[in-house]
């Protein structure tokens, strides 16, 4: 059974990586904003409870202008149908704004998995649900925008939509995650793939009675944590998104060295290529259960002969692992002395 939900994977993986990948939102480190990616990779971490945030400014050069927010609460709970099972809950707020008016989507959106223990490995099937909003948070700096068409007595149609346009839809997606060790030295293999608007939403545009249907995005990933020795691990990765027409795809390559080991400290870099955009430079440590990287786009592509286009993305994520662990609480015994 294991081996053919791994060959369904791959299949799976292959078919979204052969039609590109999606730009709905996107990042340079996926790997640290791990829910978003994928509903199934809700609670895949050793550990009672994962905080992580991830902030990407876009454009530094245009100060407050394109700037993207994820963060995630995941938490794992021993319920479970078999003994080494188990599932995860996850909350995620999500902010992506554009431009001087802040255009741009926000919301909260719950995920689920269950892992299922599959051998040595781990299947983990994920579902995401939430609401998502679309509006300017900064309509009234539309003003001094050029473009804007007004009427006779000098009033903005459209700034009017930007202040009372507000569109709402519910998101579903869904996902699957395979872990596995590939030999004795403890490598290990994952691959994974999601569908996101699989209900197809349909959103009114800025109260102007139009209304915008999201087509299905589907993405695909795959890493191998591969031992080199004791104290360097080398991960390759790549990232596949296909949204109609649109797609990415992004393969990286990180190397962790294992510096301080009573610390627990590694170093971590790596370098990263977005086909026909940017290249990507990353670094950053692990300090006990706390993980703190950068990420970099150098834009390559047209857009970078853009004037003011500046260097390219910057990005920070954060990651947290904890654990609760139950203290004993024996009952005294009292002994009674001899006489």
């Given at each position: 059974m294991a081996n053919k939900l791994y060959k369904l994977l791959v299949v799976g993986f292959l078919g979204c990586f052969l039609?590109?990948?999606?730009?709905?939102?996107?990042f340079t480190q996926y790997e640290m904003t791990p829910v978003f990616i994928n509903p199934a990779n809700t609670g895949g971490f050793q550990g009672t409870y994962r905080l992580g945030g991830i902030f990407r400014d876009r454009a530094p050069n245009f100060p407050g202008a394109y700037k993207t927010i994820d963060f995630a609460i995941e938490v794992n709970f021993g319920f479970a149908l078999r003994k080494k099972d188990w599932t995860s809950l996850a909350i995620t707020f999500l902010d992506d704004r554009s431009g001087e008016i802040a255009l741009g989507k926000g919301g909260f959106l719950a995920s689920g998995a269950y892992h299922l223990v599959l051998g040595?490995?781990?299947?983990?099937?994920?579902?995401?649900?939430?609401?998502?909003?679309?509006?300017?948070k900064s309509p009234e700096k539309g003003q001094d925008l050029q473009g804007i068409s007004s009427t006779g007595g000098g009033s903005s149609q459209d700034l009017m939509r930007l202040q009372q346009g507000k569109a709402s839809y519910n998101d579903i997606s869904g996902g699957l995650v395979y872990t596995a060790p590939l030999s004795?030295?403890?490598?290990?293999?994952?691959?994974?793939?999601?569908?996101?608007?699989?209900?197809?939403?349909?959103?009114?545009?800025?109260?102007?009675?139009?209304?915008?249907?999201?087509?299905?995005?589907?993405?695909?990933?795959?890493?191998?944590?591969?031992?080199l020795n004791e104290k360097t691990d080398l991960i390759p990765m790549i990232w596949?998104?296909?949204?109609?027409?649109?797609?990415?795809?992004?393969?990286?390559?990180?190397?962790?060295?294992?510096?301080?080991?009573?610390?627990?400290?590694?170093?971590?870099?790596?370098?990263?290529?977005?086909?026909?955009?940017?290249?990507?430079?990353?670094?950053?440590?692990?300090?006990?259960?706390?993980?703190v990287q950068l990420g970099y786009d150098m834009t390559t592509s047209d857009l970078?002969?853009?004037?003011?286009a500046g260097p390219g993305g910057l990005e920070i994520g954060v990651l947290y692992v904890g654990a609760i662990t139950k203290k004993p609480n024996p009952k005294p015994k009292v002994f009674c002395p001899r006489f």
């Open positions: 039609n590109g990948s999606a730009q709905d939102v996107n040595k490995g781990n299947l983990a099937i994920g579902a995401q649900f939430g609401g998502v909003s679309q509006n300017a004795k030295k403890k490598h290990t293999m994952t691959l994974g793939i999601a569908v996101n608007h699989i209900n197809k939403p349909t959103a009114a545009i800025l109260g102007s009675g139009a209304v915008n249907k999201l087509d299905l995005l589907f993405t695909g990933h795959a890493s191998l944590k591969y031992h596949a998104r296909n949204l109609k027409k649109a797609s990415e795809t992004v393969p990286q390559c990180m190397i962790s060295y294992l510096f301080n080991v009573e610390k627990k400290v590694r170093l971590n870099a790596g370098l990263g290529y977005r086909f026909d955009d940017a290249l990507q430079i990353m670094a950053g440590m692990d300090y006990g259960n706390v993980k970078s002969k853009a004037p003011g």
